[in-house]
């Protein structure tokens, strides 16, 4: 649904010479920074009258370009997913942080590991950014930025399945180079038919939605296959994780008109993956900082029980 037919024309409110401007004045400098001006304040304010209206007059409520009438606060078009941004960016920061501080330099995953805490970051940077102000550059480069992160963690899983680090590197890094080509010019090709042929939002999700599985699995497979060594009950954090996560994508399929003209179903799925959750015997921790405990669980099993990283160390 579109609002400007619900409204007076837009030439009524905004001026002549520069219709970015209101005719009563300047927008406050608050909504002039996230970039408000007079054409997009008057659609924001008829979305707000219409959804008023119906609301009151007991009719079902409409989206407006695809979207669900969300109540902005200072300017922020839905601040309830960017509030749940900045908790799972905070996850991966964290994560960065504990895998920096206690796993040794020596550790051949290591820097793959960092590297996941930043792609993990930027894209929840990204998405903090499209849920602030919803632009089609903000949009792409939130999906986009989400869709590198599901695509790393399908190039570094195998890494860790197949025991890079157990090897030697000289011998296996041609496999390893070729591998990251591969999965670079798969998400290289994602963007561009998204970019350039056509943008499908069923597309883009399904993608994910593959990748992603595919990795699941592999981590599945890691847990039941290791499940009978020494390591303990962390073997299954990944189980947990992918599980969590999985439950927590179903809520997007919920679609609802937001509570309080704030929380829908797609904060509900950036909530879902910020609380924190326990995992019997370890401290009470989200479930991205749960996955980084657990690779920190995980190296310094393999550093115990490995000659190769005994005699490094």
């Given at each position: ?48 009258q219409v959804t008023n209206t119906l609301r009151a007059q007991g009719q079902p409520l409409h989206q407006f370009h695809g979207k669900w009438p969300f109540l902005r606060l200072w300017g922020i078009q839905e601040p309830c997913s960017v509030i749940f941004s900045i908790l799972n960016f ?45 632009f089609l550059f903000t949009e792409r480069a939130d999906y986009f930025s989400a869709g590198a992160s599901v695509m790393y963690g399908l190039f570094y899983t195998p890494l ?154």
């Amino acid at each position: 649904m579109a609002c400007h037919d619900s409204l007076p024309s837009i030439s009524s409110h905004c001026s002549s010479s520069d219709l970015s401007q209101p005719l009563n004045g300047p927008l406050p400098l608050h909504l002039r920074l996230l970039l408000w001006d007079c054409p997009s304040e008057c659609d924001y304010t008829c979305q707000r009258q219409v959804t008023n209206t119906l609301r009151a007059q007991g009719q079902p409520l409409h989206q407006f370009h695809g979207k669900w009438p969300f109540l902005r606060l200072w300017g922020i078009q839905e601040p309830c997913s960017v509030i749940f941004s900045i908790l799972n960016f905070h996850g991966h920061y964290r994560g960065i942080h504990l895998i920096s501080q206690r796993i040794p330099d020596t550790y051949a995953l290591k820097p793959y590991f960092i590297i996941l805490g930043i792609i993990g970051m930027n894209a929840w940077v990204w998405s903090s950014i499209f849920h602030t102000r919803d632009f089609l550059f903000t949009e792409r480069a939130d999906y986009f930025s989400a869709g590198a992160s599901v695509m790393y963690g399908l190039f570094y899983t195998p890494l860790r399945l197949f025991n890079i680090h157990q090897r030697d590197l000289k011998v296996v890094q041609p496999y390893i180079y070729i591998w990251g080509a591969i999965c670079a010019f798969a998400f290289l090709a994602h963007v561009y038919y998204l970019s350039f042929i056509t943008f499908s939002y069923s597309y883009n999700m399904m993608a994910n939605i593959v990748v992603g599985m595919l990795q699941n699995a592999m981590w599945i497979y890691y847990s039941i296959t290791r499940s009978r060594s020494s390591r303990g009950p962390w073997v299954w954090m990944p189980v947990f994780v992918v599980v969590y996560v999985c439950f927590a994508m179903s809520l997007e399929v919920f679609d609802f008109f937001p509570i309080g003209d704030a929380l829908d179903a797609h904060a509900l799925w950036h909530a879902a993956t910020a609380p924190m959750v326990p995992f019997p015997g370890e401290v009470i921790l989200h479930q991205t900082y749960v996955f980084y405990h657990f690779l920190l669980k995980d190296t310094e099993y393999e550093i115990q029980h490995s000659t190769l990283y005994r005699e490094k160390l």
